[in-house]
């Protein structure tokens, strides 16, 4: 089985390391970090830096494939006419089409989440309702059909499990789960808007609309725009 997880710069880390670290139990996997060229490439931090080690076009058709959010560079992303024409290409022959955080934007982007339900990141969830998805806000993951959806960050391991569990089966689910001590006893309890008190939901939000400006945006934003505008007349015309 091929497997792709997807790196673009200004991408964050543990939505496509922490599914790996699942993933790659997967018997006889084929395990590739893909971009638009093979190389390295630089995270959200602006310190850590991750490795591609294969291009798009020698990934053409993955059996699975996985795209991870990013704090200021998802519509970077979603403006990225080589990565959305990969995405939606792949998504036509794959078994498994998988998102964890604003990575679920990505395939917005690309088309193929209109009319379905799907989740992202809590701050994200009405970007992604304005695409026409079925935003599924309270939800950690979310299956329609073959495309998985994962809300922020951490919901990519259970993602990972998820899937793990309904390729190998629930006993090497287990084995992967134990063998990466996955046991979540967090010191807190804050971990999604509904849990959170008002102040901190406040200063979270806050802080993640002012994470998240990026000066690229005002290019990007206007290309994806755009082209949904040309996608509405084509559909239309067709």
Request: a neutral charge; hydrophobic letters at 45%.
């Amino acid at each position: 089985m091929q497997i792709a997880i997807v790196l673009y710069d200004g991408m964050t880390a543990l939505d496509a390391i922490g599914p790996y670290e699942v993933l790659r139990t997967i018997p006889d996997a084929d395990l590739r970090f893909v971009s638009n060229t093979p190389g390295p490439v630089v995270t959200d931090s602006g310190v850590l830096v991750l490795g591609a080690t294969h291009s798009f076009a020698e990934t053409p058709a993955p059996d699975l494939f996985l795209v991870p959010g990013s704090t200021a560079d998802t519509a970077t992303a979603m403006a990225d006419r080589a990565l959305i024409e990969w995405v939606r290409s792949a998504h036509e022959t794959s078994t498994l089409t998988l998102s964890v955080c604003t990575g679920a934007l990505v395939l917005a982007a690309a088309g193929i989440l209109k009319g379905r339900p799907a989740t992202t990141h809590w701050a994200a969830q009405s970007v992604l309702k304005g695409f026409g998805v079925d935003a599924r806000r309270d939800e950690r993951i979310v299956r329609s059909g073959k495309i998985i959806t994962a809300a922020g960050v951490s919901a990519g391991i259970d993602l990972a499990l998820d899937v793990v569990m309904e390729l190998c089966g629930q006993a090497h689910a287990e084995v992967t789960q134990l063998a990466i001590e996955y046991d979540p006893q967090p010191p807190l309890d804050a971990g999604h808007p509904s849990k959170a008190s008002p102040e901190i939901y406040r200063t979270a939000k806050r802080e993640a609309f002012v994470a998240a400006r990026n000066p690229r945006d005002v290019v990007s934003i206007p290309k994806i725009l755009w082209r949904q505008a040309i996608q509405r007349v084509r559909s239309k015309a067709a």
